[in-house]
């Protein structure tokens, strides 16, 4: 399975952007997509989780009524909506999926078997 992030940039407080996130390879084997996020200095801590049959949602408290996980089956793609920005959401994001079925521990990065290459995202002031 590869995962290909896309979507970061250079923003001001208050924008909008989309994050993407292709998979390819045998896609199949993907229960649980989500994006993470790890600023400077800090661990990586979960935003959302998608689960891709179903499209249940988790989103992390520090962005719930802001950012908005979605996946379009037939792209295989899992989608981050990230509206009414911060300069605390500035950090490298990354997007991940499990094959694990299980939604215990889905915040821990170590759940996760794939991984997309980060897109930074830069929230201004």
């Known amino acids: 399975v590869q995962l290909q992030a896309s979507g970061g940039g250079l923003v001001q407080a208050g924008d909008s952007l989309r994050l993407s996130c292709a998979a390819s390879g045998r896609t199949s084997a993907i229960y649980h997509m989500g994006w993470f996020r790890q600023a400077t200095g800090k661990e990586r801590e979960l935003v959302a989780v998608?689960?891709?049959?179903?499209?249940?949602?988790y989103t992390a408290d520090s962005v719930k009524g802001r950012f908005t996980i979605s996946r379009d089956n037939a792209k295989n793609t899992v989608y981050l909506q990230m509206n009414s920005l911060e300069p605390e959401d500035t950090a490298v994001y990354y997007c991940?999926?499990?094959?694990?079925?299980?939604?215990?521990?889905?915040?821990?990065?170590?759940?996760?078997?794939?991984w997309g290459q980060g897109t930074l995202v830069t929230v201004s002031s």
């Open positions: 991940a999926g499990t094959n694990v079925v299980s939604t215990g521990y889905l915040s821990s990065p170590s759940r996760y078997a794939y």
């Open positions: 998608i689960t891709v049959s179903s499209g249940s949602t």
